[in-house]
């Protein structure tokens, strides 16, 4: 088989650390220990907000703003 068809975890995981991606799980232990020898990735600093869920969207409560009628 050859290496870029290779999907096992061992391939996927040699792939990662050759293109200087930062790993999926670590301990917490060896995370700082990552963190001291690479520095800590821009995608780790940020703190992002999570999409809304679909259901929170479908089944929310209507608030006076969002069922106002608004004549234009």
Not at 24 to 44: F, M, V
């Amino acid at each position: 088989m050859k290496p870029e068809q290779d999907s096992s975890l061992q391939a996927s995981s040699l792939r990662r650390a050759l293109a200087g991606e930062p790993p999926n799980t670590l301990t917490p232990y060896e995370w700082l220990e990552w963190y001291r020898q690479h520095g800590q990735p821009a995608a780790h600093r940020v703190n992002r907000q999570r999409p809304r869920r679909l259901w929170y969207k479908l089944f929310k409560r209507p608030s006076p703003a969002n069922t106002r009628d608004d004549p234009g």
